[in-house]
């Protein structure tokens, strides 16, 4: 064999190895590729509610949302009372307390008299229910205003001075969807922690995280 062949096979198996170590770092990259896809779904259904509670205008998605929502925090016991217009939207349990939460989509900027009104009806109809004696029930409004907006161009106050008045004068509270989305994320960034995040659900008026 010639000095020219024997360097042409060479040549042919060098290409060939590279060849097939190519082929193996393809099906590699394809493999983690899929693994990759298959986590980004699951934390993309996950975190489902996240999105759902900034743009959803349908009040029981916005609901079933705000409940997920709660879980995720931390909060163990979380109940979504369907749709029966006689009970709050949702009920979170925590030690002593029950978080009684009514929920809102809004295309407007601010919350109505009507809104809430809607707490201290609510807090007529189940103060003195015997399912929560011993428990310290707090009233929440849960405001998705500016629906139709970009987080970016929402009021982040939604309160004028009428309204603010209630809210302090009956010890009730409001939170917007905005707001509890930033908390969130702060919460997974351990910014702040779940102690934080439950202390200042006990605000009265505007609750800022």
């Known amino acids: 064999m010639t000095d020219k062949g024997f360097v042409n096979i060479i040549n042919t198996v060098s290409q060939f190895n590279e060849t097939q170590s190519l082929l193996k770092v393809k099906v590699d990259l394809v493999r983690k590729t899929k693994r990759i896809k298959r986590r980004l779904r699951t934390l993309k259904k996950k975190y489902l509610f996240l999105k759902t509670i900034i743009e959803t205008n349908d009040s029981t998605t916005l609901e079933l949302a705000i409940k997920d929502y709660f879980k995720a925090v931390g909060y163990e016991n979380v109940v979504h009372t369907g749709n029966n217009t006689e009970r709050e939207d949702i009920q979170v349990w925590h030690e ?43 009233y ?27 809210l302090k004068h009956y010890k009730n509270s409001l939170v ?34």
């Open 96 to 138: 002593n307390t029950v978080y009684i939460i009514e929920c809102r989509n809004k295309e407007t900027k601010t919350a109505s008299k009507d809104d809430i009104g809607q707490l201290n009806f609510r807090k007529s109809l189940i103060e003195n229910l015997p399912e929560f004696k011993g428990h310290t029930l707090k």
């Open 176 to 209: 917007t969807t905005m707001e509890l989305y930033d908390a969130f994320i702060k919460f997974k960034q351990n910014k702040i922690t779940f102690s934080h995040f439950d202390k200042k659900l006990n605000q009265v008026g505007l609750i800022k995280f």
């Open 140 to 166: 929440i409004m849960v405001l998705n205003n500016q629906w139709k907006y970009p987080p970016e161009k929402r009021n982040k106050n939604p309160l004028n001075i009428v309204i603010e008045k209630s």
